[in-house]
């Protein structure tokens, strides 16, 4: 497997729970990949030990070339290379959205500041928010606190980016703002392994989608194949639950 | 027994004179309370047992025994060590006022060492993992996210502990300090007016407290204008 992401064999105990069961996943440079599954059946477990947030007890996780280990200069220069939005936004209060944008370029690719700043509004132009630039994170609204997280993560320029349920602590109305930019996004080309439910997103931009349950891959497809024909009994009742509303 | 507002009024300006070394030894105390208090606060912190257990321990004692215990412990007990008489330390701590910084620096270290911590854990864990995430360092996270956060959520106990060392620095009048309330009992014993001179005295704490609170509470709101709780 050479992926720009390659997961073999991965396993992960909570205590005595097993939170992930020999998770083998490699994806590709470009691919848009999309993770499903009932709520508890290791999602975000999986996405959070690519970049490391979760340490995983036995395989291998390889990004780009560098397998994960306890040594910490490899966990930084991974974390690097790849981007992550979380659910709760996690932008830090005390920074201007500008502010926010601008800290790790400053202090890890060591940019100077006004060339920082100039990439930092770039990004917030992509993500149709670049009047808030010096706005406080607690001043805007959620669907422009998520984007603001995304652009936070471009300015890292990073090979993939990681999506922890982006849109599940919005309200209904802000959640098209943040999957349109999020579709933009992968139409540029970037690698993203997206976990969550917005199923309309996930047919009409992943390139395959995997669905886990109990810790385990049970299925991985296209869309097209996912949502018309799934496999298992439990990807259909998955959908059967999901889809009813 | 007669009440005499006017020996309220006369005693004010020679308490005054007391002023100066009060907030001497709280501006230099909470200074140096501070900066081991941090010290403490990273050893407490660590993972490392060795480091933790004397934290903890320190902790422990200073909170657990009466800061005039332990001033006594300081200007009484520590020349009964020779080898102290002798060393470089002994020009200090034969005078009554490093004794007295060093009991009420020691004493707040171990109070605000624990503040901070309260601060420290008090940070949302997601936004250390959205530090982690961008590729900081644990030293940048600690300074740029953690730390000021972390300040932000201890003002309000720290404020409580400024107060309370204005009070604690009336102890050092117990070994000969003139202090504000080393000056009311040099009065007192003039006077023998207790009652008076003592309000007196009350007053000007009153003021000074009102000071520093009103003081935190503009720090405070300024300083989390824009950052919610929660």
């Known amino acids: 497997m050479t992926g720009i992401v390659d997961l073999e064999q991965v396993n992960k105990f909570y205590g005595d729970y097993h939170a992930l069961r020999n998770i083998d996943l490699s994806i590709a440079k470009g691919e848009k990949v999309v993770v499903c599954g009932p709520s508890g059946s290791g999602k975000s477990t999986m996405i959070r030990c690519i970049n490391r947030l979760e340490e995983h007890d036995s395989g291998r996780i390889i990004v780009d070339g560098k397998e994960l280990t306890d040594d910490e200069s490899k966990i930084e220069s991974v974390r690097r290379e790849v981007g992550m939005v979380f659910q709760s936004f996690n932008l830090f209060p005390h920074m201007t959205v500008l502010q926010n944008l601008t800290l790790a370029p400053r202090l890890v690719h060591k940019k100077p500041r006004g060339e920082a700043e100039d990439a930092a509004m770039k990004y917030l132009t992509r993500v149709r928010i670049h009047d808030q630039a010096n706005k406080y994170p607690s001043q805007l609204s959620g669907g422009q606190q998520q984007r603001v997280a995304i652009a936070r993560a471009l300015c890292m320029n990073p090979e993939v980016m990681l999506f922890d349920e982006p849109t599940s602590a919005l309200d209904p109305e802000m959640i098209s703002e943040v999957l349109d930019v999020m579709t933009d996004l992968a139409r540029e080309g970037m690698t993203m392994i997206c976990v969550t439910h917005e199923m309309g997103f996930a047919r009409s931009v992943a390139d395959r989608i995997v669905f886990m349950d109990n810790g385990e891959i049970i299925e991985t497809s296209t869309p097209s194949d996912f949502f018309a024909a799934p496999r298992t009994e439990r990807a259909r009742t998955f959908l059967g639950q999901i889809l009813a509303h | ?230």
């Open chain 2, 1 to 230: 027994m007669s009440f005499d507002f006017a020996l309220i009024a006369t005693s004010l300006p020679k308490i005054l004179q007391g002023l100066g070394l009060t907030l001497n030894l709280l501006v230099v105390s909470t200074l140096l309370g501070l900066l081991l208090a941090v010290g403490i606060l990273l050893m407490r912190l660590s993972r490392r047992a060795w480091l933790v257990w004397p934290a903890k321990a320190y902790i422990y004692f200073f909170r657990g025994t009466p800061l005039l215990v332990q001033l006594f412990i300081i200007y009484y007990g520590l020349p009964q060590f020779g080898l102290l008489r002798h060393s470089f330390l002994w020009p200090f701590l034969r005078e009554p006022y490093w004794c007295s910084v060093l009991a009420l620096s020691l004493n707040t270290a171990a109070y605000v060492s624990e503040i901070l911590r309260g601060g420290v854990l008090g940070v949302d864990k997601g936004l250390i993992e959205a530090g982690k995430a961008l590729g900081l360092t644990k030293f940048q996270r600690a300074s740029r996210i953690t730390a000021p956060l972390a300040v932000r959520l201890a003002l309000p106990a720290y404020s409580n502990e400024i107060v309370s060392m204005l009070k604690s620095t009336a102890l050092a009048s117990t070994v000969t300090l003139m202090e504000m309330t080393g000056v009311a009992r040099t009065i007192v014993a003039d006077t023998f007016a207790p009652y008076e001179i003592f309000i007196a005295a009350t007053i000007i704490y009153l003021v000074l407290v009102w000071i520093i609170q009103t003081a935190f509470t503009l720090v405070e709101g300024y300083a989390n204008q824009y950052v919610r709780k929660g």
